[in-house]
C-alpha cells in the first residue's frame, strides 16, 4: 500500500465514524409518525423544539455521505490506476 492510499483509508474511517456519530444523534421519527393517528399529546411547543439541531444534523449527514461517496471512489481510482 502507498501513502496515498493509507491516507485515503483512515480518511474513510473517520468519515465512516462521524457518519454513524450523527446519525444516532438524529431524532428518532417513529415518534413524529405516531402524531399522525393522535396517539400523542404534544403541544406546539413540543414539536417546534429543536427544529435548528435535527436540519443542522441532516445537512451534516447529507455532506457526510457524498464526502463518504467521494473518498470511496477516489480511493478505488488510485487502487486501480496506481
Request: proline share 0%; aromatic share 0%; hydrophobic share 55%.
Given at each position: 500500500m502507498t501513502g496515498l492510499q493509507i491516507?485515503?483509508?483512515v480518511i474513510l474511517i473517520i468519515?465512516?465514524?462521524?457518519?454513524?456519530?450523527?446519525v444516532l444523534l438524529q431524532k428518532n421519527r417513529q415518534a413524529d409518525a405516531s402524531a399522525i393517528n393522535g396517539s400523542t399529546s404534544n403541544s406546539f411547543f413540543?414539536?417546534?423544539?429543536?427544529?435548528?439541531?435535527?436540519?443542522a444534523l441532516?445537512?451534516?449527514t447529507v455532506i457526510l455521505?457524498?464526502?463518504?461517496?467521494?473518498?470511496v471512489?477516489?480511493?478505488?481510482?488510485?487502487t486501480l490506476f496506481v
Open positions: 491516507a485515503l483509508s468519515i465512516s465514524v462521524l457518519l454513524i456519530i450523527v413540543d414539536k417546534t423544539q429543536g427544529r435548528g439541531k435535527d436540519s441532516e445537512k451534516l455521505g457524498v464526502a463518504l461517496l467521494v473518498v471512489i477516489v480511493t478505488i481510482a488510485v
